[in-house]
């Protein structure tokens, strides 16, 4: 063997067994997050906590809020204690409960049901309130009460990012709650991208002599408005909803081999780090190396959603963009 090309077959054994040696044995997924809920611990024990948060992650993965209650779930529901990975108490009587995803995964996708990812949007929430005798304001980060909440309840139920405008954000805040209050939803669709968000959640709150709130929620994200009148989550469960008729999908909870390059690795670092971020998707699973060469390195995959799924996820974050691939297969650049 030439000198420089045995140079070039130890360099690559070195790099295989760097990035084999970066690949943790057992991953924790991002994914696994997605799979864990919080519920009440009540009188009626733990089984039926299971059953309460076995319900609240069906609605959160299949984007329906009527899930717990289909022919193909309720044996889910029934069965929740059977599927639970492990559980905690966490603060104020609750428990945290993680399920066994690839159990539920399957179960829905043998029902024929569409799957969310955990791949979300995020929404700004512009909120205005009017508590009764004066006391008119908007929600904001800072802000501490039962309506924000309320709020963030039902986005933890759902699965929905929320971001609340922030008055270090240099936020005219009288501005925007006038704004809020009058319907001005255009103007406040603008600042969505300074706060990083793809929707725009406004509303205007009124309380009635019981303390209760009748909510007008308007909706713009996804290139189209929605509007609904209800209680303070509705507004939630309306932007959740429309993302839920885009994202969710029926082929988002099969599985497909899938074979990734990642192309612009520099240096043996770069290679690791690489696997690292593959490993950190939710999206893939059994990430196998395959090949290593001189600027780039190929892996196979378990890929949860396709294709589609893994490059949207990638695009997201992280070091790694998607760049155009064969049929069936993906390619991304790395960018430190």
């Known amino acids: 063997m030439a000198p420089h090309l045995a140079r070039w077959h130890l360099g690559v054994v070195s790099l295989m067994a760097l990035i084999a040696f970066a690949m943790p044995v057992n991953p924790a997924h991002g994914a696994a997050t997605q799979f864990e809920v919080t519920v009440p611990l009540t009188a009626e024990g733990e089984e039926a906590a299971f059953r309460t948060g076995m319900a609240d992650l069906l609605v959160r993965i299949t984007g329906r809020r009527d899930a717990a209650q289909l022919p193909g779930l309720v044996p889910l529901v029934d069965n929740a204690p059977r599927y639970v990975s492990s559980y905690r108490r966490a603060p ?30 995020t929404t700004l929430v512009w909120l205005a309130v009017d508590r009764g005798g004066g006391r008119r304001g908007l929600v904001t980060s800072d802000t501490a009460g039962e309506e924000k909440d309320a709020v963030e309840a039902a986005a933890a139920q759902r699965g929905l990012p929320l971001v609340w405008p922030s008055a270090g954000a240099g936020e005219d805040l009288r501005l925007r709650f006038e704004q809020a209050w009058s319907g001005d939803v255009g103007s406040l669709a603008e600042t969505a991208s300074r706060y990083g968000a793809e929707g725009v959640l ?76 593959l490993e950190s998707l939710a999206a ?34 992280g070091r790694l963009r998607p760049v155009a691939g064969e049929q069936g297969a993906a390619q991304f650049t790395y960018v430190r």
Request: aromatic share 8%.
């Open 92 to 121: 104020g009587r609750r428990l945290l409960i993680s399920f066994d995803e690839d159990a539920v995964e399957t179960a829905v996708a043998q029902a024929g049901l569409p799957f969310w990812g955990d791949v979300r949007p």
């Open 202 to 277: 406004v509303g205007k709150a009124v309380a009635d002599t019981t303390g209760a709130y009748a909510v007008e929620w308007t909706f713009l994200g996804d290139g189209g408005r929605s509007q609904v009148r209800g209680g303070v989550e509705s507004g939630v469960h309306l932007a959740a909803d429309r993302y839920a008729s885009r994202y969710a999908s029926t082929a988002g909870a099969q599985r497909s081999e899938i074979e990734i390059t990642v192309l612009g690795l520099t240096h043996a670092a770069a290679y690791a780090d690489a696997s690292r971020q």
């Open 284 to 317: 893939v699973r059994d990430l196998r190396l395959v090949r290593v060469n001189p600027d780039s390195a190929v892996f196979r995959a378990s890929v949860r959603g396709g294709l589609d799924a893994l490059q949207r996820e990638a695009a997201a974050g």
